[in-house]
């Protein structure tokens, strides 16, 4: 297990801690492309128009929602290691052979099978109150009666230095902190048991990691380390955060008990993997993705269903159409991310011999609202030929590019090894209202938006994988 508590830390290191996004600098690529390139990737401006025709308008109009919405009723939440999740991937598998797609090969791997029990908190003092919870990924239980003790509130890591173990030990320590953004913010529920065990906390709490709420907890992963007493960690709204911070604030003792029950092991999950061949460079890839698994509440749909069923929509698209590039484009269903980018991890070191095969990464996993553009990671000139397939996307209000030195989740993982690669940039604004929780269903999502999703990321993946020059590292 040394080795999967490495990869979590790895896995909160690039996910959480990556540079501000920037705007690309629309003056930097005037001379960085030659001619000839530009006008090529102009010329795909009538193959780019009939694939968003056929799918915003045209046969497939629809039916990125119809399907997603036949898988998400049908199987609801898809934890990391249950059999849901493997009959999901089954479920997939033969969506994708009923397109008569049918180079799709399984790798298996080992995942975490945390499953979530009763839980429950009550505040005793200062008034009876219960506390809505959701326990974090990998909680330790407390005993069957529970932990009972006193509430510390911080709003930061330098709060609770600054108390002292003096003022912690024994205690509950609930972490307030408003958000700003994710990244910035989510250190608070992937660390905070560790920080808060370090200074003798009995169990630690985390206000949820979002901007909005109607009394909703957001659960999440959160990481324990060797060598540090594993206490029970959960979430709590925002409105019962800020009711304790404010009876804490005005001096007054809050007492919480708290009881959280679950049970962790190990189980046999599978990456999925659809190739489209090409018929030039078949052995060079582009890649589109999304995970397939997903927390134990809401059913999953925007976190990450959208991403999945566009990365499905790729080949299936491009297969009715009769379009097929130079060189393969894979679609890849990553297992068990929700729990630490397992499958991710496990697909760089399985193919880590063939990494430079990779022509450009691509993952759907913020959302599929309305595509703006992409969010790209890589060296100038391929950003700035990136940048100049995103001119064919004005159309739909996608041209758009971000730069980001580690965009995406799982992708994250290969991208980090040098190779180009984006997420999708969309209007994600209330995102993380809904984020790892009960309300992660399809009336998050829209029809017309899965439709442009669906369609701007077949094409972009169609124009890279077709273009007459890889993408360069």
Request: proline share 4%.
């Amino acid at each position: 297990m040394n080795v999967l508590y490495a990869l979590l830390n790895f896995y909160i290191f690039i996910s959480y801690g990556k540079a501000a996004f920037l705007p690309r600098d629309t003056d930097s690529c005037s001379n960085e492309l030659p001619e000839e390139l530009v006008q090529e990737i102009a010329g795909y401006q009538d193959v780019v128009n009939e694939i968003l025709q056929y799918v915003i308008e045209g046969n497939f109009k629809g039916q990125t929602y119809d399907e997603l919405a036949k898988f998400v009723d049908k199987f609801g939440p898809r934890p990391s290691g249950s059999d849901t999740l493997e009959q999901s991937i089954d479920y997939m598998i033969q969506l994708t052979r009923d397109e008569d797609i049918n180079n799709i090969v399984t790798e298996e791997l080992e995942v975490p099978h945390w499953v979530r029990g009763e839980e429950k908190i009550t505040m005793y003092e200062p008034r009876n109150k219960d506390i809505a919870v959701l326990g974090l990924g990998r909680s330790v239980t407390t005993p069957p009666e529970g932990i009972t003790a006193e509430v510390v509130v911080v709003k930061n890591f330098e709060e609770l230095t600054n108390l002292g173990r003096d003022n912690i030990n024994g205690k509950i320590v609930l972490f307030n902190p408003i958000f700003t953004t994710y990244g910035e913010t989510v250190v608070h529920r992937t660390q905070g048991a560790v920080k808060a065990a370090q200074m003798g906390a009995v169990a630690s709490l985390v206000r949820s990691i979002a901007p909005f709420s109607i009394n909703s907890p957001h659960t999440g992963s959160q990481n324990y380390v060797p060598d540090i007493n594993k206490i029970p960690t959960a979430a709590i709204t925002i409105e019962d955060a800020d009711l304790i911070s404010r009876l804490y604030k005005r001096g007054e003792k809050v007492v919480l008990n708290i009881q959280m029950q679950s049970t962790y092991d190990t189980k046999t999950s599978r990456n999925t993997l659809i190739d489209y061949k090409g018929t030039q460079d078949p052995d060079k890839l582009v890649i589109v993705s999304g995970h397939i698994d997903s927390w134990d509440v809401g059913q999953g749909a925007m976190d990450d269903g959208g991403g999945l069923f566009v990365s499905w929509a790729v080949p299936v698209i491009l297969h009715r159409l009769n379009l097929r590039p130079k060189r393969t484009i894979r679609s890849i269903f990553w297992t068990a991310e929700e729990l630490g980018l397992i499958g991710a991890y496990a697909y760089e070191e399985k193919h880590r011999n063939e990494s430079d095969k990779i022509n450009f990464i691509m993952e759907s996993d913020e959302g599929t609202f309305a595509p703006l553009g992409l969010e790209v990671a890589g060296n100038q000139a391929a950003r700035c030929i990136v940048a100049e397939i995103l001119k064919l996307f004005e159309s739909i209000n996608a041209s758009t590019l971000i730069e980001s030195e580690s965009p995406g989740s799982d992708i994250a993982v290969l991208v980090n090894t040098g190779i180009p690669g984006a997420s999708l940039y969309n209007a994600n604004e209330r995102y993380f209202w809904f984020h790892h929780t009960d309300g992660d269903t399809m009336t998050v999502e829209d029809e017309h938006e899965l439709d442009l999703g669906a369609a701007f990321w077949t094409a972009v993946a169609y124009v890279i994988a077709d273009l007459s020059v890889d993408i360069p590292r």
